[in-house]
């Protein structure tokens, strides 16, 4: 086949396999990569569209594609919805019985799958390497190739060995595949798979779809109920916390409030947290408290909001979290509240951890950055792009709150220098909640006992309150004008940083501090639904419920949201305007189209 044939033979799959209409971003320039048996590297944003670009492949190769996945969960579920499809495609590993496994081999040998996932560690072993030498493969496809990384935090030392596959199998195409942006990284993917040679594909890491907010994790836990209430009431979601006490404690006031929350964290027995889990998956509008163990091999495409109650450690991780969100395209929501708790409790986990000290100093690096991000007063899509190495077309985006509502900034060069001043007549030798007593004049017993209360900057700072004294202190910290020292007590020091600020040669601007907002008001649920397709899609949806439930599989195995929105909104009557829809193929028209087709016609009978 040309490579023009080669285009449009993808395509047709693409149609009819998957019930697509077109490529997204370069998909099909990378499908034909593949196809005609090319090494490829491909850095998309999660929700881009990955897995065509190596299940499409697979089905236009001869023989049987093998995919590399770290994960149990995420094996599972992408076999589910290529069989959901009409896809041969199998799974091999640690959760199948003996006979079950011995089925499947034998099905390879007779060259009845398409695709065959595998963990790395499985595909490793001998035997198995052995049996893929007597079979056709069609090509090898390493799913979250950052896992070769050992900087990042998704390491699996197995996938260091599969530069074993181009040793093995030199005449075989490799596919690596990641949502991880940065350079580093990148250049580990080549040089441990031995991809040097590969053809490079690498998309805007940019989410348009998420919308972020940041702000100060004040009142929190009623802040997350506003939250949710105002945008997102009926919606999947996940909420990170840092400890189980937290996920214990958010839980209980969700369920308070009438939401179907569910914990998720490490001190819970597997079962129940398997359980958990499961609601998520398979029920709609269900929220997961957590913890950061849960989310790796999440594919669930419908979670419209990713709500952190404390800050993860690094840019990176707030991306990697922050990205389970959306990945159908749909409008969805970031939401993040951070405190100088937050970045006194990470320092001291990094501080007390066991990695070298050039490894701490990345980390607080990193912590630094992710700091910076919440400060900022310009755009937070622009910022994050920037830190991936990106080069974002325009200063704002229109999508993230900096944009949105524009931060009011006031000039804070007098209270910086107030603040500084009382850190250094008490001797950087005190936390933040002592200086903040000392600058308000608050005379209790320890400032007294240090006669702190005879000092020029005793009660300066009485003009602002306690809490705006600590948002201050915060900011300082962040601007590194004012260091954190974990290992004594938290106590507060000035740097070097702050000179030219104590000298009058710059001024310091900040975020306004927090005022009591309204929270913007969005329609609670599925916003993106008109309100005169609202009641089908209601009824669609619970007839996937239905069938959901009837074939054991999760809703979103039958039809995705955006789906079902579009039959909602073209209300298709015959089997072709039915593959008109997009996510709708041969497949799925043959196995569900009569259920959503009858009730679509009652429905246009029943409202003229
Ligand atoms: P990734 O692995 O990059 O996070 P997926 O491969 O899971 O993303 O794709 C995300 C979603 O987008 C899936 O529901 C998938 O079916 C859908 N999708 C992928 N490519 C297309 C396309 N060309 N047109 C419409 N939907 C697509
Ligand atoms: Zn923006």
Same mark, same amino acid.
């Given at each position: 086949?040309?490579?023009?044939?080669?285009?449009?033979?993808?395509?047709?799959?693409?149609?009819?396999?998957?019930?697509?209409?077109?490529?997204?971003?370069?998909?099909?320039?990378?499908?034909?990569?593949?196809?005609?048996?090319?090494?490829?590297?491909?850095?998309?944003?999660?929700?881009?569209?990955?897995?065509?670009?190596?299940?499409?492949?697979?089905?236009?190769?001869?023989?049987?594609?093998?995919?590399?996945?770290?994960?149990?969960?995420?094996?599972?579920?992408?076999?589910?919805?290529?069989?959901?499809?009409?896809?041969?495609?199998?799974?091999?590993?640690?959760?199948?019985?003996?006979?079950?496994?011995?089925?499947?081999?034998?099905?390879?040998?007779?060259?009845?799958?398409?695709?065959?996932?595998?963990?790395?560690?499985?595909?490793?072993?001998?035997?198995?390497?052995?049996?893929?030498?007597?079979?056709?493969?069609?090509?090898?496809?390493?799913?979250?190739?950052?896992?070769?990384?050992?900087?990042?935090?998704?390491?699996?030392?197995?996938?260091?060995?599969?530069?074993?596959?181009?040793?093995?199998?030199?005449?075989?195409?490799?596919?690596?595949?990641?949502?991880?942006?940065?350079?580093?990284?990148?250049?580990?993917?080549?040089?441990?798979?031995?991809?040097?040679?590969?053809?490079?594909?690498?998309?805007?890491?940019?989410?348009?779809?998420?919308?972020?907010?940041?702000?100060?994790?004040?009142?929190?836990?009623?802040?997350?109920?506003?939250?949710?209430?105002?945008?997102?009431?009926?919606?999947?979601?996940?909420?990170?916390?840092?400890?189980?006490?937290?996920?214990?404690?958010?839980?209980?006031?969700?369920?308070?409030?009438?939401?179907?929350?569910?914990?998720?964290?490490?001190?819970?027995?597997?079962?129940?947290?398997?359980?958990?889990?499961?609601?998520?998956?398979?029920?709609?509008?269900?929220?997961?408290?957590?913890?950061?163990?849960?989310?790796?091999?999440?594919?669930?495409?419908?979670?419209?909001?990713?709500?952190?109650?404390?800050?993860?450690?690094?840019?990176?991780?707030?991306?990697?979290?922050?990205?389970?969100?959306?990945?159908?395209?749909?409008?969805?929501?970031?939401?993040?509240?951070?405190?100088?708790?937050?970045?006194?409790?990470?320092?001291?986990?990094?501080? &007390?951890? $066991?990695?070298?000290?050039?490894?701490?100093?990345?980390? %607080? +690096? *990193?912590?630094?950055? /992710? #700091?910076?991000?919440?400060?900022?007063?310009?755009?937070?899509?622009?910022?994050?792009?920037?830190?991936?190495?990106?080069?974002?077309?325009?200063?704002?985006?229109?999508?993230?709150?900096?944009?949105?509502?524009?931060?009011?900034?006031?000039?804070?060069?007098?209270?910086?220098?107030?603040?500084?001043?009382?850190?250094?007549?008490?001797?950087?030798?005190?936390?933040?909640?002592?200086?903040?007593?000392?600058?308000?004049?608050?005379?209790?017993?320890?400032?007294?006992?240090?006669?702190?209360?005879?000092?020029?900057?005793?009660?300066?700072?009485?003009?602002?309150?306690?809490?705006?004294?600590?948002?201050?202190?915060?900011?300082?910290?962040?601007?590194?004008?004012? &260091?954190? $020292?974990?290992?004594?007590?938290?106590?507060?020091?000035? %740097? +070097? *940083?702050?000179?030219? /600020? #104590?000298?009058?040669?710059?001024?310091?601007?900040?975020?306004?501090?927090?005022?009591?907002?309204?929270?913007?008001?969005?329609?609670?649920?599925?916003?993106?639904?008109?309100?005169?397709?609202?009641?089908?899609?209601?009824?669609?949806?619970?007839?996937?419920?239905?069938?959901?439930?009837?074939?054991?599989?999760?809703?979103?195995?039958?039809?995705?949201?955006?789906?079902?929105?579009?039959?909602?909104?073209?209300?298709?009557?015959?089997?072709?305007?039915?593959?008109?829809?997009?996510?709708?193929?041969?497949?799925?028209?043959?196995?569900?189209?009569?259920?959503?087709?009858?009730?679509?016609?009652?429905?246009?009978?029943?409202?003229?």
């Amino acid at each position: 086949m040309n490579h023009d044939q080669l285009g449009q033979a993808a395509l047709e799959i693409l149609n009819t396999v998957f019930g697509y209409p077109e490529f997204r971003l370069n998909q099909q320039e990378i499908v034909t990569t593949v196809a005609r048996g090319n090494d490829a590297l491909v850095l998309m944003p999660t929700g881009g569209g990955k897995s065509l670009c190596y299940q499409i492949p697979a089905l236009l190769r001869k023989g049987t594609a093998v995919v590399v996945s770290p994960l149990i969960a995420l094996m599972q579920d992408q076999v589910a919805v290529l069989q959901a499809n009409g896809v041969r495609a199998e799974f091999l590993n640690s959760s199948l019985s003996g006979e079950q496994a011995k089925r499947i081999e034998d099905e390879l040998y007779s060259g009845q799958i398409d695709l065959l996932y595998v963990a790395p560690e499985r595909l490793l072993q001998p035997r198995m390497l052995g049996l893929l030498e007597n079979i056709d493969v069609a090509l090898f496809a390493i799913d979250e190739a950052h896992c070769v990384s050992r900087w990042g935090h998704d390491f699996r030392p197995e996938y260091m060995q599969l530069s074993v596959l181009h040793e093995r199998f030199p005449a075989i195409p490799r596919v690596a595949l990641t949502a991880t942006a940065d350079e580093r990284t990148r250049q580990e993917i080549i040089s441990h798979l031995a991809l040097e040679a590969a053809e490079q594909f690498i998309n805007s890491f940019d989410r348009p779809n998420i919308q972020y907010h940041i702000s100060d994790k004040k009142n929190g836990k009623q802040r997350l109920i506003d939250f949710i209430k105002h945008q997102h009431a009926e919606d999947s979601g996940i909420v990170y916390c840092l400890s189980r006490k937290r996920v214990e404690s958010f839980t209980e006031a969700l369920r308070d409030q009438g939401f179907n929350a569910y914990a998720y964290h490490a001190g819970m027995s597997s079962e129940l947290r398997k359980r958990n889990q499961e609601k998520f998956l398979n029920e709609e509008g269900v929220i997961m408290v957590a913890t950061i163990a849960f989310g790796m091999g999440i594919d669930k495409p419908n979670v419209r909001f990713v709500a952190h109650m404390d800050l993860p450690k690094s840019i990176e991780a707030y991306y990697q979290q922050t990205g389970r969100a959306g990945r159908d395209g749909l409008p969805s929501t970031a939401w993040m509240i951070y405190g100088l708790q937050d970045v006194i409790q990470l320092n001291q986990w990094i501080q &007390q951890g $066991d990695a070298p000290e050039n490894v701490k100093r990345i980390e %607080t +690096e *990193k912590l630094n950055a /992710l #700091l910076g991000l919440c400060e900022t007063i310009e755009c937070r899509r622009h910022r994050l792009l920037e830190y991936f190495g990106e080069q974002p077309h325009s200063e704002k985006c229109g999508n993230c709150d900096n944009c949105l509502i524009p931060p009011v900034t006031w000039d804070a060069t007098e209270a910086a220098r107030k603040a500084l001043s009382c850190i250094h007549k008490t001797g950087n030798r005190f936390g933040t909640g002592y200086v903040v007593d000392v600058l308000c004049g608050t005379e209790n017993e320890r400032v007294i006992k240090n006669r702190h209360n005879d000092l020029s900057v005793f009660g300066i700072g009485n003009d602002l309150s306690k809490v705006a004294w600590g948002a201050i202190i915060r900011q300082l910290v962040t601007s590194r004008l004012v &260091q954190v $020292d974990v290992e004594n007590y938290n106590v507060l020091r000035l %740097t +070097e *940083k702050c000179r030219p /600020l #104590l000298q009058g040669a710059v001024e310091f601007h900040l975020r306004e501090l927090p005022k009591k907002t309204q929270p913007q008001k969005r329609k609670a649920k599925a916003q993106f639904v008109q309100p005169q397709d609202e009641e089908l899609y209601e009824l669609l949806k619970a007839e996937r419920m239905s069938l959901a439930s009837e074939y054991g599989v999760p809703p979103y195995i039958i039809f995705g949201d955006k789906t079902l929105m579009a039959m909602a909104e073209h209300r298709p009557l015959s089997d072709e305007d039915m593959l008109a829809v997009s996510g709708v193929g041969q497949f799925k028209l043959d196995k569900y189209g009569m259920n959503f087709l009858e009730l679509i016609e009652e429905y246009c009978a029943a409202h003229g």
